[in-house]
């Protein structure tokens, strides 16, 4: 069953009262279940054992659904897949999303408890760009800047990005002659970066202690958009001590999937380290 995070709001616990509307609900996780499962036309019954309801109330929802075009079904096969009636919904939220403005107080809140620069990048082909910034209170300042462009297969970000990637898209980039997690792509270990990629998969996070500039240390998150694909990167990046690197990690990786559910991402599998 798809679940989301309920919205903030009233909640009376001495009866156990929440402010949800089952059917709407119902509606949504159907919704996110066709919009995430890999076949863009599935049955009613797949449907409804996929979001854990009723056939009957199922086919209610999905026809009033349909009514206002975000579901359309086949006449002639009976499945049904998300509508056009969501284009016009989705080009509003567009219209009026700017993402600098979303993401700026979850840097703000990184940088600030950290003391170290957070940033956002979003990937372009074979790189990522900076597109939000905020520096902490450090000593030493990251001569950074919005726009500023990395190599994808670079230093934290590029660990944190390549280990979450699909195995064959993952495969055809370490197969690349000139590779940068390291820095000089001289100093490439195969065997060494196969195991961080690992660790990161398991703890959500990737560091490079010095590794690309002495006494610069960072940490980095993917960012997931949606049906969970990569859109980019959290990063944060200072003079802070190797052995906050882990506690600083699982921030980021807090922080990475509250942007990621902020922007419509709805990443999965992949549970905090000590939850």
């Known amino acids: 069953m798809v679940k989301r995070e309920p919205l903030d709001g009233p909640e009376d616990k001495k009866s156990g009262y929440k402010p949800l509307v089952p059917a709407v609900e119902q509606a949504a996780n159907i919704l996110i279940f066709l919009a995430k499962n890999p076949q863009s036309k599935v049955n009613l019954t797949e449907i409804c054992e996929g979001v854990g309801i009723h056939k009957s109330k199922g086919f ?20 049904y897949a998300l509508g056009p009636g969501l284009l016009f919904l989705s080009r509003r939220v567009l219209d009026q999303l700017d993402l600098r403005e979303v993401v700026t107080p979850f840097l703000e809140k990184l940088a600030e408890e950290t003391n170290s620069t957070a940033l956002l990048g979003l990937i372009s082909d074979d790189q990522v760009f900076v597109i939000a910034k905020h520096a902490g209170n450090q000593n030493v300042g990251v001569a950074i800047g919005i726009g500023h462009r990395f190599p994808l297969t670079g230093g934290a970000h590029g660990k944190a990005i390549v280990a979450h990637l699909p195995e064959a898209e993952q495969s055809k980039i370490l197969e690349k002659k ?66 906050l690197a882990d506690r600083y990690g699982q921030k980021i990786v807090k922080i990475s999937r509250e942007i990621s559910h902020k922007l419509g991402g709805h990443p999965e599998g992949r549970p905090l380290p000590g939850s």
């Open 60 to 79: 209610s929802i999905l026809h009033t659904l349909g009514q206002f075009g975000f579901v359309e079904k086949d006449p002639k096969t009976k499945y």
């Open 178 to 243: 000139k590779v940068y997690f390291y820095g000089d792509a001289g100093k490439l270990d195969l065997k060494h970066l196969k195991e961080e990629l690992q660790v990161c998969r398991q703890s959500g996070f990737a560091k490079d202690i010095g590794g690309l500039q002495p006494g610069i240390n960072a940490v980095s998150a993917p960012l997931f958009g949606v049906n969970a694909a990569i859109m980019g990167c959290v990063i944060l990046i200072g003079t802070f001590p190797e052995e």
